[in-house]
């Protein structure tokens, strides 16, 4: 009723229309469409994605040194398990042993990483356990940041045999073919170092030394005539050798006894002037 009013109240004179308010006529402009920031891992982007923890690459390393009685029949069974396991051998050194040192056998073993822990069990078992160590490296990134770069230059080289199918220029095609060259070299370098950590991730290394009880090497055998004539040679060679020791031992004594013996000599020879 009060709008009414007011409006009788204008002079009808005015010829100017009176504009609305605007505040209560105009209807509101659209918003802009909203459109989403692309994922920072989404399809085109080449970042390395972190592993889950259940996907984490662990390479393992183990060492073991073990005392047997017989250290070439312990290291025979140890190479057994290791092939039972589906491993293999790397490497093999042995040292017979001498008066001054106890026989040894060294083995570099690859034990499936599914393995390890039943094939140390095993191997355990074959003498007396001086020292063991495990260490595990996560290679999870490395790992990765090799597939992604193996991946990056994959493309790299798709494109210039790309370049180089459709060249018209002979300038542009050798310059495509030096590059392609060179990008070929790197793949092929990044394929090897990623088949070798896998190789590592797959296969844990166990290194194996195998100690005798004992000082001293195996036994000699002698055969035949000239080998007792050998037999009775190293008799001869090692009674001259005790002997030789036996008098270094001594010599310290044998030198203050007569060191004492001068001096007592020398006390009666000159008690016996006085009187």
């Not at 605007?22 to 085109?44: E, I, K, Q, S, V």
């Not at 050194?93 to 001054?100: H, K, N, Q, R, V």
């Not at 005539?225 to 040679?233: I, K, N």
Request: one cysteine or more; aromatic letters at 4%.
């Amino acid at each position: 009723m009060t709008t009414q009013a007011c409006a009788a109240g204008h002079s009808p004179s005015s010829t100017a229309p009176e504009a609305p308010p605007a505040a209560a006529t105009a209807a509101p402009a659209p918003a802009a469409p909203f459109t989403a920031a692309p994922p920072l891992n989404g399809p085109n982007d080449n970042t390395p994605k972190p592993a889950a923890d259940e996907d984490r690459d662990i390479v393992k390393t183990a060492s073991l040194t073990l005392t047997a009685v017989d250290t070439t029949a312990a290291a025979d069974k140890a190479t057994a398990i290791v092939t039972d396991a589906g491993g293999r051998v790397d490497s093999r050194s042995e040292d017979a042993g001498s008066s001054s040192g106890r026989a040894h056998v060294a083995l570099v073993l690859r034990v499936p990483v599914a393995k390890l822990d039943k094939t140390l069990t095993d191997i355990k078992g074959l003498g007396t356990v001086n020292t063991l160590e495990i260490k595990a490296d996560d290679v999870t990134n490395q790992r990765v940041d090799l597939d992604a770069r193996i991946t990056a230059l994959q493309t790299s080289v798709d494109r210039l045999l790309g370049i180089m199918r459709d060249a018209k220029d002979p300038d542009a095609l050798i310059k495509a073919e030096n590059a392609l060259s060179q990008r070929q070299a790197d793949l092929d370098s990044l394929r090897a170092q990623r088949a070798h950590l896998g190789e590592q991730i797959a296969f844990s290394t166990l290194n194996l030394d195998v100690y005798a009880e004992n000082f001293g090497g195996p036994i000699k055998q002698y055969h035949g005539f000239f080998g007792q004539v050998e037999r009775g040679w190293d008799g001869m060679v090692g009674f001259a050798s005790g002997a030789v020791m036996l008098f270094g031992l001594l010599l310290p004594w044998l030198a203050a006894l007569a060191l004492a013996g001068g001096v007592g000599y020398a006390a009666i020879r000159l008690l016996t002037r006085r009187h």
